[in-house]
Every structure is written in C-alpha cells, then in structure tokens.
C-alpha cells in the first residue's frame, strides 16, 4: 500500500509562486512514477506533469512548461512542484498520484494511475 500526502497549498498573489510537496510512503516508494494534477471549481481534473521513477525523465503539458518544474528526492520520498508567475486560472486542487510502470517512464493520463493524495488548495488572487 502506498500513501501520499500533499502539501504547500494556500493563498497567494498573481505572479507569485508556490512550491508543493507529495511525500509518498509505504513499500517501495521509489519505484513509482508521480504525476501532478488539478482541479479547478467548476471543471474536470486534469494532468500536468509528471516524473518517473529515477527522477531523469519528465513530460510537461504544454501550458505549464516554463513555469511549472518538478523534481524529486528519493532519499527523502518527496516530489515538488515549483510553480512560478502563478495566474488566477491556475486556482485549483492540486493531487500528487502514483504509478508503476514498466520502463522507468511517466505519463500524464489519469486513469493510469493507481494511488491518489487528498489534494492541496491552491488560490491565486489579489
């Protein structure tokens, strides 16, 4: 079994930035790949980027690459989420999730993914 907790949401400012943090625990953490979504009010979640296992391969949506930058350390079981020039439309829940995937890969389809957190808030406004 396999836990995840979120955490580093709150308020703040357009153009201001926020780093998140999944802590993953349970049995063999680090063979999981982790992806970053979001839910804003209103609309369906969506994926945004997500790491593989080793923490060298990435894939980004298009709209968050050059402001979004994830990272992991496996020593400390964590990922982050950098966010920078955050914009009102990026107010939403953000959930880390999890999956193994053969071939040390990540992708950003949600219904690949097997173990969820319970979301952390993110509000951007003035």
């Known amino acids: 079994q396999l836990q995840l907790v979120e955490s580093g949401g709150g308020l703040v400012q357009p153009g201001g930035s926020l780093r998140l943090s999944c802590a993953v625990s349970?049995?063999?953490?680090?063979?999981?790949?982790i992806g970053w979504f979001r839910q804003g009010p209103g609309k369906e979640r969506v994926g945004l980027l997500c790491i593989n296992q080793d923490g060298d391969r990435t894939n980004y949506e298009d709209f968050v690459k050059g402001r979004f930058t994830v990272s992991r350390d496996n020593a400390r079981n964590t990922v982050y989420l950098q966010m920078n020039n955050l914009e009102p439309e990026d107010t939403a829940v953000y959930y880390c999730?999890?999956?193994?995937?053969?071939?040390?890969?990540?992708?950003?389809?949600?219904?690949?993914?097997?173990?969820w957190g319970q979301g952390t808030q993110v509000t951007v406004s003035s």
């Open positions: 349970g049995v063999n953490a680090d063979w999981f790949s």
């Open positions: 999730a999890a999956v193994h995937i053969v071939g040390n890969m990540c992708v950003n389809r949600e219904h690949e993914y097997d173990y």
